[in-house]
């Protein structure tokens, strides 16, 4: 599975990236949108990261549902705040995260808990879709 990340700090990010390749993810990092941009054109992606900050007034979440319907999007703040979380999700982030080094186990969990529920949609449409046929 795929994941980006986008960032303005990557090496900030480093012991998560180990973490990520470590569970058998393939990591691309980004340090903008047009480069986030480029990559989901060329790629599927099941997971999204981002700081918060590099998401500004963007609709980069919008445009990597409409390539992958099932992606999970996760938003990384440096200083979280219920409103940051509301307008995160409202414009179709899925989960909204500290940006620490200190969370990045809670981060890999979300992660690999939502790797296994990606998983289960998978098998159940593969399954759906045999029944269909038969």
Not at 21 to 38: C, D, H, K, P
Request: aromatic share 4%; hydrophobic share 50%.
């Amino acid at each position: 599975m795929r994941i980006v990340i986008v960032d303005r700090e990557p090496a900030f990010l480093e012991p998560l990236l180990e973490k990520l390749r470590a569970e058998g993810f393939e990591v691309t990092v980004a340090e903008n949108i047009s480069a986030v941009m480029s990559v989901i054109k060329l790629h599927s992606v099941q997971f999204l990261v981002a700081d918060s900050s590099v998401l500004v007034d963007h609709s980069l979440g919008a445009e990597v549902h409409r390539l992958n319907p099932l992606a999970r999007l996760i938003v990384l703040a440096a200083r979280p705040s219920l409103l940051g979380m509301i307008e995160s999700i409202s414009s179709g982030m899925t989960d909204y995260l500290s940006r620490s080094q200190d969370s990045f186990d809670l981060l890999v969990n979300t992660i690999l808990d939502e790797r296994e529920r990606l998983k289960r949609w998978q098998c159940a449409l593969l399954s759906s879709t045999l029944k269909a046929r038969a």
